[in-house]
């Protein structure tokens, strides 16, 4: 197995497990320590990775930890009570921001998304191919806005419990569904040549931040 692909193993393994953790605490009341930890964990590692890429690392985590522990200490009962709607800004502004990402790439004088890391692939791409991953942009746009409505309208109308279970499991599934269909979908419709595969994917979104071209395969 490949570096990328086991990084998108543990990534999507680290996910499951939150969503389990995250599903388990919404639907008993009397797990709000737990529902408070998986709450704040990826705020945590968030600001341990934006530590670790400061000119002075160990300074900086040491700093941010002394922060982020006296602020937790101070708030922790505030947020154990209110972690649901942690959880419920935490899903929300991920795919605000991946819809605004796909969206973005959509407007006039830029490049679909999708496009580009096909182009990183294969190209230069063809028309038909360049429409056909511009529509891809599309439906991923659509499917962000989608969830993140869907999300927002059971997390105020809905059962705590039902909520948690379309957040964590129900909108993710569509997701994979999405893009398994988009997958099956190329081979019906691209030529060989434009059939990238689920590594090589994997391999072109890891490297969409960066200069140069992703490896091709």
Known sequence: MNGAAARALLAAALLLLYGLLAHISNADPSLRALGASVAVAPLVLAAW????RAPRPMLTTALIAALLSAL?????????????????LQQQGAYLLLAAAFGRSLMPGQIALCTRWADRLHGPLPLPVQRYSRNVTIAWTVYFLGASALN??????????????CANFVCPALALL???????LRYLVLPPRHRASIAAMVRAYLHSGQRGTAPRG
Not at 152 to 165: C, E, K, M, N, R
């Open 72 to 88: 937790l200490v101070h708030f922790w009962q505030q947020i154990e009570r209110n972690f649901p709607l942690m959880y419920l």
């Open 49 to 52: 990775v934006a530590a670790g």
């Open 178 to 184: 999405l893009f398994l269909g988009e997958y099956s």
């Open 152 to 165: 927002l309208l059971l997390f105020t109308i809905a059962p705590l419990p039902v909520w948690s279970l």
